[in-house]
C-alpha cells in the first residue's frame, strides 16, 4: 500500500490512498482521518485500506482524482518519536574526520541514534525555513521506518514485524551548531530543524527484494540545484533497522508511529557521491587538500529521489528551496 | 486552573479540571476531550476552562466528584515534543564530577538540553519498568513548562507568554548508560526510559509569587523508601525557562504541548539534600571517600512533592515503585 497526507488544516492532515505508480489518490474516508489513526488501529485499518488501494489500482474508484504532491504534508506531519541513527558506517568514519570526533570504540557494535524532534515534519516540497545561512545549512538524504507499539526488550529478529511503512527522509541539519552540542555530550538539538519527508510512505512488500534483510535495496539520487551529487545505495547499511529498533526499545516501549531513521545513505565507493554536503566537503579535503563545495544558502534547491531498476520513484520526490525564516 | 487526565482507554486521556485544593474534580466535556487539544485551542477553551474551574472552586458543580490521583496518567499522556534542561549549574558540576565529564567551557552561557521520549509519559503512581536493576535506576526530580505554539527566533522576553501550564517531573535515568552516551555525542537515549509526572498541571498564576523570574521558587521534596533524601528549591536554576525555551527554538518553531524541563533542581546548600542517587553518591564520595546510597532496585519507591509554605502540595504526588520488565 501508499499513502499521503494532504494539507486539509488540521496538525495531522488528511490520509489518502495513493496509486501503485502515483498517479491517482483518494482519500481513506471513514477508514481512519490520518495516517497515525491508521497506524494505530493497523489491525482493523488495514484490510480496509488493502481493499482500497486494489480498487483504486484496479481503476474501480470513480471518485479518484490525481496524485497531487504539492498538497502533501509529510506523511506523518507529526509522530510520536522520531529516532534517527547514523547506521552507515562510511558515512560516520568520514563525518568523524569532519568534525575531528575522538575515536568511538564501540563503533560497529552499537548503534549511534540520536533523538530528533518530531512535533514539526516538513512535507516534500514546503520551503524550509533558516534563521541564518551562517549555521552551515546542510541536507542529510536518508530511509526511515514506521513502527507499530514495540514492547519494551524487543529483540532485532523480533523487530522487523513491527516494521508497518517505509519512508523517504531529508534530516535537515546545521553543522556550525553540530560539533558543539556533540561535544556537550546531550546531542544535536539547534543542529537538526524540523526534518522532511517524501510524500509517499509504503508497505515493504511494495518495494519486493528491494526491502531486503531489514534494509531498503534502492539508490537515493540526491541533486543541489539540478546537479545529481549523489546516488549511494541503500544497500550499506552496517545496522538493520531490526537493529535500530531493538537498540531503541532496550529500555523503554516505542509507541505507533515512531519514525526511526538510517542515518545519511553513504557508500565506500566514491563513484556513489555522498547524500549530504559534509561528506562531500571532507572527501575534497581528503582528496584535494581543500574543501570547495559550499553549504547551502538562500535560494539553493535540494531534490531526493529514490528509484527503483525501472525509473519509478517509489515515495515520490523531496524538492525544497531553503529560505530565510 | 488545574487540570488532571483520567485513564479512560485512549492514548491521550481525559481532561478533568481539578479544584484548587485538590479536593474535587469535574470533565472538561464539551470544552476539549484531552489536554493537547485544551493547550491547541487555548485561546477558545481557556474562558470556559476557567468558567468551569471557578464554578468547581465555588461548590457549584453539582457533578464535581473526589479527585481520584490513582485514575491518572501524565497530564499529557504523549507530548509533541519533550525539551529537558540541565538549569541547575550545581547539579550539572556535580554530575560532572560523578561521569568524569571533560570540561564544557560554555557550562554558564548555553544550556544544556537533550531532547527525550515524548511519546509514552507516565503516570504519578504507575509501578515503573525496567529491564534490568544494573543499569543504576536513577530518578530526576524536576520542574517543566508545557508551551503553546512558539515561532522560531523567539526571544528569552517573548518566551515566557508561551508557558501555558507549570508540570513537576521525575526524570527516570539510567546511570549505567548514560555517561557510554555522552560520550558517543548523539545524546541520551537508552539511559532515559519513560519520564514520569505529578498528576496535576496547573497555570503559572496558581503559584502566585512562587513563579517567579521564569522560575517555580518551591521546595521539591523527594523521598526513598520513606526517608525524606531531598529539599531543594527551584530558585537556584541558573537558566529561566525563557531561557530555555529561546534556546529550543533558535532554528526551529516548537509546536502547541512542547514540554521544557528545568533539570534536577539542586541547591549549593548541601542541606538541601539531592533530588536524584547519582548527585547523593558523588557528595558522599567527595565528603567520606566513598559513595554507599545504593541506586533504585525492585520494589524501592520514589516518592516526589512540591510544597508551598502551607503546606500543600499543588502539583500533587509522584509516588512510584520500581519493578522489573
Redesign the interface.
Known amino acids: 500500500m501508499k499513502f499521503a497526507t494532504y494539507h486539509d488544516g488540521t496538525?495531522d492532515g488528511q490520509l489518502w490512498v495513493v496509486s501503485r505508480d502515483l498517479s491517482r489518490a483518494i482519500p481513506a474516508t471513514g477508514i481512519a482521518t490520518c495516517l497515525l489513526e491508521a497506524i494505530?488501529t493497523w489491525d482493523d485499518a488495514s484490510p480496509k485500506l488493502a481493499a482500497l488501494y486494489e480498487r483504486l489500482n484496479n481503476f474501480e474508484e470513480p471518485f479518484a482524482t490525481r496524485f497531487e504532491p504539492e498538497r502533501c504534508l509529510a506523511p506523518l506531519p507529526?509522530a510520536?518519536?522520531w529516532?534517527d541513527a547514523?547506521a552507515f558506517l562510511n558515512h560516520g568514519r568520514l563525518m568523524d574526520k569532519a568534525f575531528d570526533?575522538?575515536p568511538?570504540p564501540?563503533f560497529e557494535t552499537?548503534p549511534?541514534?540520536?533523538?530528533?524532534?518530531?512535533?514539526?515534519f516538513r512535507g516534500p516540497l514546503a520551503d524550509v525555513?533558516?534563521?541564518d545561512d551562517k549555521?552551515f545549512i546542510d541536507m542529510e538524504g536518508e530511509f526511515g521506518v514506521v513502527l507499530s507499539d514495540v514492547p519494551?526488550?524487543t529483540s532485532a529478529e523480533e523487530a522487523e514485524a513491527h516494521i508497518r511503512l517505509l519512508v523517504q527522509i531529508n534530516d535537515w541539519s546545521?553543522r556550525a551548531?553540530g560539533p558543539?552540542e556533540?561535544?556537550?555530550?546531550?546531542?544535536?538539538?539547534?543542529?537538526k530543524?524540523?526534518t522532511a519527508f517524501a510524500p509517499v510512505a509504503i508497505t515493504p512488500d511494495e518495494l519486493g527484494d528491494h526491502w531486503s534483510n531489514g534494509r531498503v535495496v534502492l539508490k537515493l539520487h540526491v541533486e543541489i540545484n539540478g546537479r545529481e551529487v549523489g546516488r549511494a545505495d541503500g544497500r550499506e547499511m552496517h545496522f538493520s533497522f531490526g537493529q535500530l529498533i531493538a537498540?531503541?526499545a532496550?529500555?523503554?516501549?516505542?509507541?505507533a508511529?515512531?519514525v526511526v531513521g538510517s542515518g545519511t545513505v553513504s557508500n565506500a565507493d566514491r563513484a556513489a557521491g555522498s547524500s549530504c554536503i559534509s561528506e562531500i566537503r571532507v572527501i575534497e579535503l581528503l582528496d584535494e587538500g581543500a574543501a570547495r563545495t559550499p553549504f547551502l544558502t538562500w535560494g539553493d534547491r535540494v531534490r531526493m529521489e529514490s528509484r527503483l531498476p525501472d525509473g519509478s520513484a517509489p515515495f515520490g520526490v523531496i524538492d525544497q528551496r531553503v529560505v530565510k525564516?
Open positions: 496538525r494505530e507529526r510520536p518519536q529516532l547514523s570526533n575522538p568511538n564501540e552499537i549511534l541514534i540520536y533523538q530528533g524532534a518530531s512535533d514539526d525555513e533558516f534563521p549555521l519494551m526488550g546545521l551548531v558543539r556533540m561535544r556537550a555530550g546531550f546531542g544535536f538539538l539547534q543542529a530543524p524540523s537498540h531503541c532496550r529500555t523503554r516501549r516505542l509507541t508511529g515512531t525564516a
